[in-house]
């Protein structure tokens, strides 16, 4: 509780801080702007120039002028860079195998089980925040070999090696998952694992192709915690058991998006302790593996590869996604898709609260629902899990694809 509330005093002070700093801005452009007025001359029985009585209208002139001044300076500061495209002068090289989408971007995507044209099954998996296409669920090879199970991963839209797409959304995110598997002849129905945050398009893909799914199973997908669909005082009691940094973060990604890229940046102002690694994990293998990702170096060398063609593109226009506001459906309004649907929970996931995890399955009822005890959030890292999902998802009646 004393840790809590240090926190907390900490993340406000250093918002004070911040806004101390905005008006000494903005009152040093109005000291300027009025040093500069006073050399202007003033209309007719206004007085003369350096006096100390100025007209109503010249006060307005000074504010309206220090206002623009501090505006344009304040746009021109939160605006986030370019991207650096992969394949263009001075982005990263592409390395990895593309397919084109409709809109003529380019997704890059990794291969893994059985080949193509003897494979059983054919499964689309989605990675989770910071993530890329060399994810899995890890489902052994044994097993693929033995289910002949064919398994294509991609970076998403902005990630590692895919084109950033500047109009992101939860439907473009079912989209880029259609044209990857047309592109790839997956056939007119494949299977679709999501991970974390990337279960944003699982939910998406219920929405807008549930006529190309034969299966969906999501790993411990990701919340948003202002969903209507949950329940308002629970879901507000258990934000606010976040971090100060990770409230902010959430806050500023559903109210002011565009803001995401200059907040992040700024040292003094809260911020994810997700994006920084350095909020511990309850669960002890979540744990175990979040310190020797970060003593190894693995953990930064993974964001990195994530975000070399920019934070912006990939980490802030997936937190907008995901944590912004959800205009055309929410989880709890989807009706139930003519395929199985199987969604994965640890009961001591640190990063989703299990409680909001299980209202949501409760209340769309078509959910079949796993909860895990003793199991934290990154499901791909438990010995024999991925084997598990993959195994539950496709000896699911009507899963067979097409």
Not at 221 to 250: C, E, M
Not at 302 to 320: C, I, K, N, P, W
Not at 375 to 387: E, N, Q
Request: glycine content about 10%; hydrophobic content about 40%.
């Amino acid at each position: 509780m004393a840790a809590g509330a240090a926190a907390a005093s900490t993340g406000y002070w250093s918002l004070a801080i911040g806004a101390m700093r905005a008006a000494m801005v903005c009152w040093v452009c109005l000291a300027y702007m009025r040093g500069v007025c006073d050399w202007l001359p003033l209309p007719p029985g206004t007085g003369t120039t350096g006096s100390t009585t100025s007209t109503p209208a010249a006060g307005l002139l000074v504010l309206l002028a220090a206002v623009a001044l501090v505006a344009g300076w304040f746009l021109n500061t939160v605006r986030p860079p370019p991207p650096t495209s992969c394949g263009t002068p001075g982005g990263p090289p592409v390395t990895a195998p593309r397919v084109r989408l409709r809109d003529g971007r380019y997704l890059a995507y990794a291969e893994s089980g059985v080949s193509r044209d003897r494979a059983r099954f054919k499964v689309v998996y989605s990675h989770g925040f910071s993530g890329g296409r060399m994810d899995s669920p890890r489902a052994s090879q044994e097993l693929l070999e033995e289910l002949g199970v064919y398994m294509v991963a991609f970076d998403r839209a902005g990630y590692g090696e895919s084109d950033p797409d500047p109009r992101r959304s939860l439907e473009s995110a079912a989209l880029d998952i259609e044209d990857l598997a047309d592109a790839l002849g997956l056939g007119d129905r494949f299977h679709l694992v999501c991970s974390s945050l990337g279960s944003h398009a699982g939910w998406a893909a219920i929405r807008y192709i549930p006529h190309r799914l034969a299966g969906l199973a999501m790993m411990a997908p990701v919340i948003n915690y202002r969903w209507r669909g949950l329940p308002r005082g629970l879901a507000r009691q258990l934000y606010r058991k976040q971090t100060v940094g990770d409230q902010w973060s959430l806050r500023v990604a559903y109210y002011a998006p565009w803001l995401l890229h200059w907040w992040m940046s700024q040292s003094w102002l809260p911020t994810s302790t997700v994006i920084d690694g350095s909020a511990p994990f309850p669960n002890a293998l979540d744990e175990k593996n979040r310190v020797m990702a970060l003593s190894n170096g693995m953990f930064h060398s993974r964001a990195r590869l994530a975000t070399q063609q920019g934070a912006q593109e990939s980490f802030y226009r997936d937190m907008a996604v995901m944590f912004g506001r959800w205009p055309e459906f929410e989880p709890t309004d989807l009706e139930k898709p003519p395929f199985p649907v199987h969604l994965f929970q640890g009961d001591e996931d640190g990063v989703v609260p299990v409680q909001l995890q299980r209202h949501t399955c409760r209340k769309l009822g078509w959910v079949n629902y796993h909860e895990l005890p003793g199991t934290g959030h990154f499901l791909s890292a438990v010995p024999g899990l991925g084997d598990r999902i993959v195994s539950t998802l496709l000896s699911s009646p009507a899963s067979a694809s097409a």
